[in-house]
């Protein structure tokens, strides 16, 4: 073993080979607006992630629609799907291959919902967010190869790479070593890390942890009312780790720090991540996402028979007397009419939109205790090329999530010259556990809040102490606002993530925040889109179905007194402002106005408030619809 892998290290710029020297790898001559040539070095595709049980049982699902739940001409249904995100997509993808008609309905002029992307007016990409493909996705890797576009993603060093806090300028890495299996060799990496947690503290992390991998997901259940800061303290783990480990993992999960936090997502995580062998090893796609995984996924819809619409904008469900869906209205007028419906918007756009007398049945009762968490998405271009890492890093800073530098991680952004950085400012309001309610700042101060806490991640590039005493000069940016994003997976939420089926005989449910074993994430998504085809196309072939997942007693309790007070419902959504859907945006005064209209509390101004207010807002706004 080699010591110096382990340690802490300034990371070195990256090299990139002038031959096409290393067996397997995959190395891609490339030529940039100057004309120089370059060659953007990937990793070859990890050897053990289309081998674990988990990749078979999704790929297993997928050869179904093919197979046994292929509809017969006289089964086929026309399906109307609302939502042209990752879900929705995925969902018509499966369906169309099982036989069906499926319509995707997108409210926007671009798929992806969360992982949409457009160009600005220099024509450079400006994503909602910063995305990382895991080894342990398996819904999503066999998507890949399914598409036949596994060359898109961009494998990276197995390793997880994190700022130190006191050392300015300085990573320290978790190596993952080839040839160990998991988990021994996410807790290898760990005990071999000599930077950010000592010996004592290594073994006293490690027994509350246990059960996750023996007991599996049972144990994992059980800890959802525990918020990751209580598990820590019920179970005697070292106060450190938090400050080392469950801060940035608590924000990239879910963009939330680990004191609101359910434990049950981190244990999630890793019993995902860590039992797989390259669960861990990270991909950035070679490009926006729109172009490079939604538009695949458009195709396969429509060579197999389906539509992918866009700018249709679905306004409302209207029902049949017996509550069943008759069609829905578009917000043009336009009234269509289908066999099946499925919704595949986020779980705030579908409170608004559920149908009143639905809103008294204690299915869609659970959706008020869930909601989207905001978060920023911040892309900064410099002048020159700053100290960079081909990969993923986690800032470890109070108001930064991840980061990386997308000119030199992604092909499609490559620039040899000049720095992209994209990074993920969270946690930002109040409801995520920070301070300030970021998202009621203005653009200007979110940058320049960043940029302060750049000059400690490239303390010799960036700001005063830079040799030339100036720094790194910011040729502009572009600030991503997404005030309802993932479910907020605050303790004792996922007992409420309803199934894919609901008690409407015509009506599916998809979407990341339905219920499904990974998190509210671009697999959840992929996978939630597939559960709801699968329940289609089983009900289409007269087959069983998993049923109505169980609501939890507390809903049943007080189904006898629902009335529909207390959902969202705007008064005014006609303009069409991303953030009406659930969406990301760089927020102009028009989208500012739509925002303060169907969501207030995420333009509330909280700085300056005393603790108590804050907090009594924040449970206001947890509790608005419970
Ligand atoms: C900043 C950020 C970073 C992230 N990073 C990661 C990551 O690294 N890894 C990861 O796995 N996940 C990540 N995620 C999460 C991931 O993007 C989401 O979990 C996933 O994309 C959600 O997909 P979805 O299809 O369920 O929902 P959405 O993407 O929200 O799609 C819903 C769609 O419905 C449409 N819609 C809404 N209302 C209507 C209407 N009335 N009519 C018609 N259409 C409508 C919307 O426009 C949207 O396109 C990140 C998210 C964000 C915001």
Redesign the pocket.
Known sequence: MQSSMLSSTRLSPPRFSTSFSKRGQNITRRQNKHNLRVYAKDFPKPEQIDKTENYRIAGDLSKRFATDLKASPEQKKKVVI???????LACGKYLAEAGHEPIV????DVL?????AWKDKDGDWIE?????FFGAYPNMMNLFSELDIEDRLQWKVHKMIFAMQELPGEFTTFDFIKGIPAPLNFGLAILLNQKMLTLPEKLQTAPPLLPMLIEGQDFIDKQDELSVTDFMRKYGMPERINEEVFISMAKALDFIDPDKLSMTVVLTAMNRFLNETDGLQMAFLDGNQPDRLCEPMKQSIEKNGGKVLMK???KEWVLNEDDSVKHILMANGEVIEADEFIS???VD?MKR?CPEPWTKMPFFQQMKQLEGIP?I?IHLWFDRKLQNVDHLCFSRSPLLSVYADMSTTCKEYYDEEKSMIEL?FAPCSPIAGGKTNWIAKSNQEIVDATMKELERLFPLEIGKKAPDGVGAKLLKHAVVK?PR??YAAVPGRNKYRPSQETPIKNFTLA??WTSQKFL??????VL?GKLAAEVVSAKAKGMKTAGLKKINDDIMAEASTFSGQGWKRPQKMEDESPVV????YVLEENDEQQLMTIDPEQLTEMDGRSQATKDAVQEAVLNRTR
Request: no cysteine; hydrophobic share 40%; proline share 2%.
């Open positions: 609302v939502g042209g995100g990752l879900s929705g309905l997108e409210a926007r992806g919902g969360k992982v949409s909602t967010g910063l995305h990382i249709q904008r679905v595949a918007v986020p756009v939109m978060v998405n993920v997404t994003s993932v979407g990341d509210g994430s671009m697999e959840g998504a939630g859907f659930g969406a990301g």
